[in-house]
């Protein structure tokens, strides 16, 4: 019984929080006005192409299913196999049977249909390029559905200084969130990336600021020497424009597990455990310590 209670006090509280950021987000300008307040306006976001989405009446059932990081390596064989597919094909990172579950799952709603022949699939709407568009979308629809967050995704900015686009802008109690989304394994990320997102960091000046991979591989082995050696490759000038430096160091922190933190407001993180949990641990690490 006293587990059960405590179960319910704890998803009571979590409700309260969403209540509570949902009221305070109605309370603070939009997020268009805190951009436009730092000399950022949106020249375009929330791409519609590249998207593997079914009807907005599925929408839902999709959203919860996309929490799985089996689904979402799933979807990427989907992807691989697109013009033509077997289950043996997909099926990699989970049994057969879960695997022939969601298959199920993507007929039901329309993202895949049967070829003639022996059990054969294709990708209903193509091509695809990547699954790095429905990813971001679904981390959007995550700030959205489970923080009381405004979101936008894939945004552009005019005769903005640094090119390319911001994957995921949200605005948290007031505050700006930049979240750069990477849908690839650490072995196809490279020093480039990193340094490109310590410069939009640099360039926006967000709050919190969170470099994520939709991975459960460690990150210490070579993301975090990645940003250890971006870090070593700028003045303390540099760095102090966008973190509190402490004693002039500036250094890559363990959190926990796989998250780690830069000063308080950069974010290593990846998808281990639960994406949901691990930004609330973010949120909960930064805004105790600022």
Not at 117 to 132: E, M, N, T, V
Not at 173 to 196: C, F, H, R, W
């Amino acid at each position: 019984m006293g587990g059960t209670e405590e179960q319910n006090g704890t998803l009571f509280l979590k409700e309260e929080i969403r209540r509570l950021r949902k009221t305070l987000s109605e309370l603070t300008p939009p997020l268009s006005v805190l951009l436009r307040r730092r000399g950022f306006r949106i020249y375009k976001k929330d791409p519609p192409d590249d998207l593997i989405l079914p009807e907005e009446r599925f929408i839902d059932e999709y959203f919860r299913v996309l929490k799985k990081y089996s689904f979402r390596l799933f979807l990427r064989d989907v992807i691989k196999h697109q013009e033509r597919f077997t289950l043996r094909d997909v099926t990699r990172y989970a049994t057969q049977g879960v695997t022939m579950d969601y298959l199920d799952h993507l007929l039901s709603i329309g993202l895949i249909e049967e070829l003639p022949g022996d059990a054969l699939y294709k990708l209903k709407h193509r091509p695809i390029k990547s699954f790095g568009q429905t990813l971001e979308w679904f981390l959007t629809e995550t700030f959205k559905r489970e923080f009381a967050a405004e979101a936008i995704r894939g945004v552009k900015f005019k005769r903005s200084i640094i090119g390319g686009d911001y994957d995921l802008i949200a605005k948290i109690d007031g505050s700006i969130l930049y979240m750069e989304v990477k849908s690839s394994p650490p072995k196809q990320i490279y020093t480039n990336e990193i340094a490109a997102f310590i410069n939009r960091v640099s360039d926006l000046l967000p709050e919190v600021a969170i470099f994520f991979m939709d991975t459960e591989l460690r990150m210490k082995d070579k993301i975090v020497p990645m940003f250890e050696e971006e870090l070593r490759t700028r003045t303390l000038d540099q760095l102090s424009h966008v973190l509190s430096l402490r004693a002039g160091l500036c250094t890559v922190q363990r959190i926990e597990r796989e998250l780690f933190h830069i000063e308080d407001k950069i974010f290593i993180i990846n998808a281990k455990d639960s994406i949901v949990n691990n930004i609330d641990r973010v949120f909960r690490w930064h805004f105790r310590r600022t």
